[in-house]
């Protein structure tokens, strides 16, 4: 333990020290807070805690997993497994799998991703026969999301006057039966959106005071990180169970708080002394992760912000480059400048591709940059999006495995009971769901009683709809005895899903069999991986509930290298040594939602400061005179972030009197656009201040760094090298080296080389820059 505590500066190992009683730590960005965290469970099994005693909530089920990693390398992997780590929403499903039946609902209760809701409450609209453009489901949605995350029950929304007259002055006077038809039909399927997770939680630990006595017995230590992002929901569950043993540890920043849309509360931290007595607070003070002019940059920025603590951020790391700004004339040309960048940067210091960030505001802004970077032949990744359980595909198969484990799931029968086409239209579903409805049923149970009822239904579709059901039955039972994979693998031949897929023959179609095949090797890895955990046994149910909370980022398994492209939102946490922040724009970042009030303001601010604190080396940031929005080819202006970062630390690779908008008007992209409406980018008088004029030595660097050439086909070719074993060669950084191995093919061709000064290394024949002799 000693050596690992030589690990932490004196604040930090104060912090992991701290024995029992609450405690928090709000500090700057970089400055360790993850780290203490993770050195605090070490600390406390060392002392012998037990580790089924200790709960940890991450923001993603990765930092989790990241987490226990790195505690296992310590306390050794059999002490790690009994850890309760994760995100809110995992953890408090795992609880209430095992407490279910005291909410009335199933233990195998199935999970609705948002999908999955909007869904449902677009349906609910329509049986209403209510105007779907003034109910406009997402925001529906969103509504009910936020009622439950403050817990409004409906119960509680019937009688809140203020409540019912905000919505009926919104015009949607009927929000309310919508939120109470959700709920019932959400119950009667035996399932629970996200924010009932928590919801259900604190409805567990208050009706329930025994129950709420085995928690807090339980978890005697209970470390949250990220604090500031928890919302109401979440902060209420976390007192409760640290009610009685007071071992509470909180780590967050005020500054990077930036979930307020999403319920958020930064009060949660404000208030965390009045809540608990004797608080221990800690300060971190020193960033381990950027360089001077990152530190300091950011410091610049978010002092702007009148809300907020009083906290110090420096760093000893070196001083750095400064920022580089730079501005494009479309987004086309962004992501060209981002590809380049990220290509030459990689091939002068030999980096991976993981090396690399780019950060954008909205997720439309992906497209640009992915084509820019598939031109050049750069892997990269998207966050966020789609996540790979939500493609069509396999949400059919996952739909087909939720029904087998809760038959009563409404939304997964809607889905797959005509897919593939069984002849049961819509109108027959129509009648099954009123039928559900009149009887208190789900659809399956009506469905298994049809011959009852006068349904209106014909004999032939009667029988049709008994075989589905039949097919369902009988891998329920194949489910007692089998495990995961070879369920999920007998569901896919005789559904007849694949089968429909290799029909189509398209390219899609293959990629569509691919994904399914993707994800049988999914629950395979589950199964296997699962069997070894204390409490887990690789069921079904296990993998499905696994699948319903995995974000875009717990999908990263770090086995192929590429480049991250991600939402701000996401990156929260993360480090990279270059980050690209693109669409630095009015209107855009900060967003045109959000300029109404200060505090809208203040938090896009904040969200600049988690932007440029990812950078370890170097950050960029990006702008482009004009940019489609709405379908419009709008000008734009360069954000008011960039101003406000102090100039010393920045450097334009456009001078800034060469700002003039001369060359917007004259570009023929402008087409059919009303010019009278252009507006200057930039003001046109005077040279730019001393520090926006690059240094002789900047500059060097800067000429140094070429766009590279496009040829339309791919990746540029670099001078191919023929090597052979045994041959000697000189690299411009490792020195004179000898190669020992070489293996795979085309783009991929590597070689192992023994170099006199840098040892063995493994370098990507097409980026290394290799002298042969
Ligand atoms: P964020 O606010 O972005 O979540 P954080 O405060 O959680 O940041 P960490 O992620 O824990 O900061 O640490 C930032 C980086 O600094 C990590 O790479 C971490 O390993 C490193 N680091 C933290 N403390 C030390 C230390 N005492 N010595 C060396 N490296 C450190
Ligand atoms: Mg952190």
């Given at each position: 333990?000693?050596?690992?505590?030589?690990?932490?500066?004196?604040?930090?190992?104060?912090?992991?020290?701290?024995?029992?009683?609450?405690?928090?730590?709000?500090?700057?960005?970089?400055?360790?807070?993850?780290?203490?965290?993770?050195?605090?469970?070490?600390?406390?099994?060392?002392?012998?805690?037990?580790?089924?005693?200790?709960?940890?909530?991450?923001?993603?089920?990765?930092a989790?997993?990241e987490?226990?990693?790195?505690?296992?390398?310590?306390?050794?992997?059999?002490?790690?497994?009994?850890?309760?780590?994760?995100?809110?929403?995992?953890?408090?499903?795992?609880?209430?799998?095992y407490?279910?039946?005291?909410?009335?609902?199933?233990?195998?209760?199935?999970?609705?991703?948002?999908?999955?809701?909007?869904?449902?409450?677009?349906?609910?609209?329509?049986?209403?026969q209510?105007?779907?453009?003034?109910?406009?489901?997402?925001?529906?949605?969103?509504?009910?999301?936020?009622?439950?995350?403050?817990?409004?029950?409906?119960k509680?929304?019937?009688?809140?006057?203020?409540?019912?007259?905000?919505?009926?002055?919104?015009?949607?006077?009927?929000?309310?039966?919508?939120?109470?038809?959700?709920?019932?039909?959400?119950f009667?399927?035996?399932?629970?959106?996200?924010?009932?997770?928590?919801?259900?939680t604190?409805?567990?630990?208050?009706?329930?005071?025994?129950?709420l006595?085995?928690?807090?017995?339980?978890?005697r230590?209970?470390?949250?990180?990220?604090?500031?992002?928890?919302?109401?929901?979440?902060?209420l569950i976390v007192?409760?169970?640290?009610?009685?043993?007071?071992?509470?540890?909180?780590?967050?920043d005020d500054?990077?708080?930036?979930?307020?849309?999403?319920?958020?509360n930064?009060?949660?931290?404000?208030?965390?002394?009045?809540?608990?007595?004797e608080?221990?607070?800690?300060?971190?003070?020193?960033?381990?992760?950027?360089?001077?002019?990152?530190?300091?940059?950011?410091?610049?920025?978010?002092?702007?912000?009148?809300?907020?603590l009083?906290?110090?951020?420096?760093?000893?790391?070196?001083?750095?480059?400064?920022?580089?700004?730079?501005?494009?004339?479309?987004?086309?040309?962004?992501?060209?400048?981002?590809?380049?960048?990220?290509?030459?940067?990689?091939?002068?210091?030999?980096?991976?591709?993981?090396?690399?960030?780019?950060?954008?505001?909205?997720?439309?802004?992906?497209?640009?940059?992915?084509?820019a970077?598939?031109?050049?032949?750069?892997?990269?990744?998207?966050?966020?999006?789609?996540?790979?359980?939500?493609?069509?595909?396999?949400?059919?198969?996952?739909?087909?495995?939720?029904?087998?484990?809760?038959?009563?799931?409404?939304?997964?029968?809607?889905?797959?009971?005509?897919?593939?086409?069984?002849?049961i239209?819509?109108?027959?579903?129509?009648?099954?769901?009123?039928?559900?409805?009149?009887?208190?049923?789900?659809?399956?149970?009506?469905?298994e009683?049809?011959?009852?009822?006068?349904?209106?239904?014909?004999?032939?579709?009667?029988?049709?709809?008994?075989?589905?059901?039949?097919?369902?039955?009988?891998?329920?039972?194949?489910s007692?005895?089998?495990?995961?994979?070879?369920?999920?693998?007998?569901?896919?031949?005789?559904?007849?899903?694949?089968?429909e897929?290799?029909?189509?023959?398209?390219?899609?179609?293959?990629?569509?069999?691919?994904?399914?095949?993707?994800?049988?090797?999914?629950?395979?890895?589950?199964?296997?991986g699962?069997?070894?955990?204390?409490?887990?046994?690789?069921?079904?149910?296990?993998?499905?509930?696994?699948?319903?909370?995995?974000?875009?980022?717990?999908?990263?398994?770090?086995?192929?290298?590429?480049?991250?492209?991600?939402?701000?939102?996401?990156?929260?946490?993360?480090?990279?040594?270059?980050?690209?922040i693109?669409?630095?724009?009015?209107?855009?970042?900060p967003?045109?939602?959000?300029?109404?009030?200060?505090?809208?303001?203040?938090?896009?601010?904040?969200?600049?400061?988690?932007?440029?604190?990812?950078?370890?080396?170097?950050?960029?940031?990006?702008?482009?005179?004009?940019?489609?929005?709405?379908?419009?080819?709008?000008?734009?202006?360069?954000?008011?972030?960039?101003?406000?970062?102090?100039?010393?630390?920045l450097?334009?690779?456009?001078?800034?009197?060469?700002?003039?908008?001369?060359?917007?008007?004259?570009?023929?992209?402008?087409?059919?656009?009303?010019?009278?409406?252009l507006?200057?980018?930039?003001?046109?008088?005077?040279?730019?201040?001393?520090?926006?004029?690059?240094?002789?030595e900047?500059?060097?660097?800067?000429?140094?760094?070429?766009?590279?050439?496009?040829?339309?086909?791919?990746?540029?070719?670099?001078?191919?090298?023929?090597?052979?074993?045994?041959?000697?060669?000189?690299?411009?950084?490792?020195?004179?080296?000898?190669?020992?191995?070489i293996?795979?093919?085309?783009?991929?061709?590597?070689?192992?080389?023994?170099?006199?000064?840098?040892?063995?290394?493994?370098?990507?024949?097409?980026?290394?820059?290799?002298?042969?002799?």
């Amino acid at each position: 333990m000693e050596q690992y505590l030589a690990q932490l500066n004196e604040p930090q190992r104060e912090a992991v020290l701290h024995k029992d009683g609450p405690m928090m730590v709000i500090a700057g960005a970089g400055s360790g807070k993850t780290r203490v965290l993770t050195f605090r469970i070490t600390y406390l099994m060392s002392l012998g805690v037990d580790s089924f005693n200790i709960l940890a909530l991450t923001f993603t089920n990765k930092a989790a997993r990241e987490m226990k990693k790195r505690i296992a390398e310590i306390v050794g992997n059999s002490e790690a497994k009994n850890l309760w780590m994760g995100t809110f929403h995992s953890v408090f499903a795992r609880m209430l799998r095992y407490e279910a039946d005291k909410l009335g609902y199933p233990n195998n209760f199935t999970i609705y991703d948002t999908q999955d809701s909007q869904r449902l409450i677009s349906a609910i609209i329509k049986e209403m026969q209510l105007d779907k453009d003034i109910y406009k489901y997402k925001q529906v949605y969103s509504r009910i999301s936020s009622y439950k995350n403050s817990l409004i029950t409906v119960k509680a929304y019937f009688q809140n006057p203020e409540l019912i007259e905000a919505d009926a002055m919104a015009k949607r006077p009927r929000l309310g039966d919508i939120y109470k038809e959700y709920v019932d039909r959400c119950f009667k399927a035996g399932a629970m959106d996200f924010d009932d997770l928590l919801l259900k939680t604190n409805e567990l630990l208050t009706r329930f005071p025994d129950v709420l006595a085995k928690y807090q017995d339980r978890f005697r230590y209970i470390l949250v990180d990220e604090y500031q992002d928890t919302n109401h929901s979440q902060y209420l569950i976390v007192r409760a169970l640290s009610d009685r043993f007071q071992n509470i540890c909180v780590v967050g920043d005020d500054a990077q708080s930036i979930y307020a849309f999403r319920g958020a509360n930064i009060n949660n931290i404000l208030n965390f002394q009045r809540d608990y007595d004797e608080v221990a607070s800690f300060r971190l003070e020193q960033n381990y992760r950027s360089t001077k002019n990152i530190v300091q940059a950011a410091n610049s920025v978010i002092e702007k912000n009148k809300t907020r603590l009083d906290k110090v951020v420096w760093t000893a790391n070196d001083e750095g480059a400064p920022i580089i700004v730079n501005r494009l004339v479309t987004d086309a040309e962004e992501g060209r400048f981002v590809a380049s960048s990220i290509f030459e940067t990689k091939m002068k210091e030999q980096l991976l591709n993981g090396a690399f960030a780019i950060l954008y505001r909205t997720n439309a802004q992906s497209r640009a940059m992915e084509d820019a970077l598939r031109k050049k032949d750069i892997p990269y990744r998207i966050y966020g999006g789609l996540s790979f359980y939500q493609r069509k595909e396999v949400k059919d198969v996952l739909s087909y495995l939720r029904l087998l484990i809760n038959p009563k799931d409404e939304e997964a029968i809607k889905r797959v009971i005509n897919y593939p086409a069984r002849g049961i239209g819509q109108t027959t579903m129509d009648k099954l769901t009123i039928a559900a409805k009149q009887y208190d049923r789900s659809i399956f149970e009506v469905i298994e009683h049809i011959d009852q009822l006068e349904l209106g239904i014909n004999a032939g579709t009667r029988t049709k709809l008994k075989n589905f059901v039949n097919m369902i039955k009988s891998f329920a039972i194949m489910s007692e005895k089998e495990d995961a994979f070879a369920v999920a693998e007998a569901v896919t031949k005789k559904t007849g899903l694949v089968q429909e897929l290799k029909k189509d023959g398209t390219p899609e179609g293959i990629a569509r069999i691919e994904n399914i095949e993707e994800l049988l090797n999914g629950i395979r890895d589950f199964v296997e991986g699962q069997q070894e955990l204390a409490d887990a046994t690789g069921s079904l149910a296990e993998f499905l509930e696994d699948v319903a909370l995995a974000t875009t980022l717990d999908n990263d398994t770090g086995d192929d290298d590429r480049v991250s492209l991600m939402t701000i939102h996401l990156a929260k946490g993360l480090e990279f040594p270059y980050v690209y922040i693109v669409g630095m724009e009015e209107d855009l970042f900060p967003s045109a939602m959000s300029m109404n009030t200060r505090s809208e303001l203040e938090e896009e601010r904040r969200l600049f400061y988690v932007a440029l604190t990812r950078a370890e080396k170097q950050a960029y940031l990006t702008y482009t005179q004009s940019r489609y929005r709405w379908g419009k080819l709008i000008d734009a202006e360069p954000s008011r972030f960039i101003e406000e970062i102090d100039d010393q630390f920045l450097m334009h690779m456009v001078p800034q009197d060469d700002y003039r908008y001369k060359p917007l008007i004259d570009r023929d992209i402008f087409g059919e656009v009303d010019k009278s409406k252009l507006r200057q980018t930039k003001p046109t008088a005077g040279t730019p201040p001393p520090s926006h004029r690059p240094t002789d030595e900047q500059l060097r660097k800067l000429r140094s760094i070429k766009p590279v050439q496009d040829n339309g086909q791919g990746l540029p070719k670099v001078m191919p090298i023929s090597l052979v074993p045994g041959q000697e060669v000189e690299h411009m950084r490792f020195g004179k080296g000898k190669v020992i191995k070489i293996d795979g093919v085309g783009q991929d061709k590597k070689a192992e080389i023994n170099f006199d000064n840098g040892g063995i290394k493994k370098l990507l024949l097409r980026f290394a820059k290799l002298k042969v002799f």
